[in-house]
């Protein structure tokens, strides 16, 4: 069979129509990926913002439950103090929560001030009691003169509370000379032994 030049250029003419539907078909693809790509792109971001929103809620939820469980750890050594230092021969006249005293742009804030007509005790209550927590009343109790000059004829004691104590925190806070209150069952105790000197400051 004998190929004219019409076959030739209708075959050219084939040629191109396939080419120029090739291109279409690459372009229409190209697009449909780009939307794919941009419509990926929105998802991801959607996603990220809600997981940005999650975590900044749960951060919130997670402070609002330390701030409970701080007050919750204080309401539970407040009414204890009454008790426990009368059998320290510390008479209890007042229990204070969270008293804020401000000098020159500075506060400090008492968990719990327990105080009768000659003494006067600072409690620091943490739900997890640190080495570092002890050394903070300790620098407390140098400071609260200053702050607290109404107290001044009074002897001055400290005393640290928790429900968790880290290891070495309770024989530290011993050991300087402070009263160390912890959880047991239901109830606080003082864990200092009958042989303890409190130091006054």
């Not at 190929?3 to 372009?27: M, P």
């Not at 400071?143 to 001055?156: A, C, I």
Request: hydrophobic share 35%.
């Amino acid at each position: 069979m004998t190929t004219t030049a019409d076959d030739v250029w209708k075959l050219l003419a084939e040629l191109v129509e396939a080419q120029k539907e090739t291109e279409r078909r690459f372009q229409e693809t190209e697009r449909v990926l780009k939307e794919q790509s941009l419509e990926t792109e929105r998802i991801l971001k959607e996603q990220s913002l809600k997981t940005d929103r999650q975590i900044t809620r749960l951060s919130q939820e997670i402070g609002n439950l330390g701030g409970k469980w701080g007050r919750f750890v204080e309401n539970m050594v407040a009414p204890a103090c009454e008790t426990l230092f009368l059998n320290r021969d510390i008479p209890v006249h007042q229990v204070s929560q969270r008293v804020r005293k401000r000098l020159d742009g500075k506060t400090l804030e008492i968990d719990v001030l327990v105080t009768n007509e000659n003494h006067v005790l600072v409690v620091e209550v943490k739900s997890s009691l640190s080495v570092d927590d002890v050394k903070e009343l300790i620098k407390n109790l140098t400071e609260f003169r200053q702050f607290f000059p109404e107290y001044n004829h009074k002897q001055l004691y400290g005393a640290v509370a928790g429900i968790e104590i880290e290891e070495g925190a309770d024989k530290y806070a011993y050991r300087q000379g402070l009263f160390v209150l912890a959880q047991r069952g239901e109830n606080v105790a003082i864990l200092n032994d009958t042989e303890f000197q409190p130091q006054t400051w």
